[in-house]
């Protein structure tokens, strides 16, 4: 995994414009996209708003300290705003709430935590780590282990954030890019079986 930690709008603007590239030559145009929050609980007076936004393509993350921001990125603003590429969260509701306080909107965003669930798994509300851990590999059932309320109160700390959180916010939108590929790999996958269902089937070897 290669990660970009950065708060300069040049470096976003930079990755987006590499993140672009690869997306443009890809049949599948996902991005994994996360927000981490300024504070635990927000108020009328005090909403929450993006202390932190994470993007995963392929194996490319960017984690952008957006509080910290040296200067507003326009395209960032564009490459969320429209309808090119699929962007997949987890629980999204909030995010998308956020993320338009400071003024950036996703219109292509997709929930997976609405598309599918463990069916193993008896919980009545899973999380990423749950869905990461049955669809990539049992190691993500682990994935927020020792990553609290102390910690999450530091996200809207002063940069650089502590390698701690920096690998707690790259894993994230890994777990949250590679779910939903996968997810849209096995999708496809039921359609062209459905759709080829009268052609013989046979070994290929």
């Not at 300069?8 to 890809?26: K, Q």
């Not at 960017?62 to 509080?67: D, E």
């Amino acid at each position: 995994m290669k990660v970009l930690y950065t708060n300069a709008a040049s470096s976003v603007e930079e990755w987006i414009t590499n993140a672009e590239s690869s997306l443009d030559s890809s049949a599948r145009k996902i991005v994994g996209v996360d927000v981490e929050y300024d504070k635990l609980n927000g108020s009328y007076f005090s909403p929450k708003k993006a202390a932190v936004i994470q993007l995963c393509v392929g194996t490319d993350v960017l984690v952008y300290h957006i509080c910290h921001a040296d200067e507003r990125s326009e395209k960032l603003y564009e490459f969320l705003f429209g309808y090119r590429y699929t962007f997949a969260g987890f629980c999204v509701a909030e995010d998308r709430t956020v993320l338009s306080r400071s003024k950036y909107y996703i219109h292509n965003l997709k929930d997976i935590q609405a598309i599918w669930r463990d069916p193993d798994n008896k919980k009545r509300l899973q999380g990423l780590k749950d869905v990461a851990g049955a669809i990539i590999d049992p190691i993500y059932f682990e994935m927020k282990d020792g990553f609290g309320r102390k910690e999450h109160m530091m996200w809207a700390d002063p940069p650089p954030l502590p390698p701690k959180h920096l690998e707690y916010a790259a894993r994230d939108a890994y777990a949250t890019y590679e779910v939903f590929r996968r997810l849209d790999v096995f999708e496809r996958g039921f359609f062209s079986l459905f759709k080829h269902s009268e052609k013989k089937r046979g070994r290929d070897w």
